[in-house]
């Protein structure tokens, strides 16, 4: 993706987890919205990918790390 290519409006995301929520077995973390079948598929596979998943709490990070 760069900038110079056009938005999608139909296309988007929604998370249902967050970095420190509880997640268990067969829980949704995220909705995937696409017009187009294989499109969500490798977006599923990539966001599938950028999780990882382990036993500890983990400390939520600030949303706003700071201005410029």
Not at 2 to 9: C, F, G, L, N, T
Not at 27 to 42: M, S
Not at 49 to 62: L, Q
Request: proline share 1%; hydrophobic share 45%; glycine share 6%.
């Amino acid at each position: 993706m760069r900038k110079e290519d056009a938005v999608q409006k139909e296309a988007g995301i929604t998370f249902m987890k967050k970095v420190g929520d509880e997640v268990n077995i067969g829980d949704c973390l995220a909705i995937i919205y696409a017009n187009d079948f294989n499109k969500a598929e490798d977006a599923a596979k990539r966001l599938k990918d950028a999780y990882k998943f382990c036993r500890e709490r983990v400390a939520k990070e600030p949303a706003i790390l700071g201005i410029v």
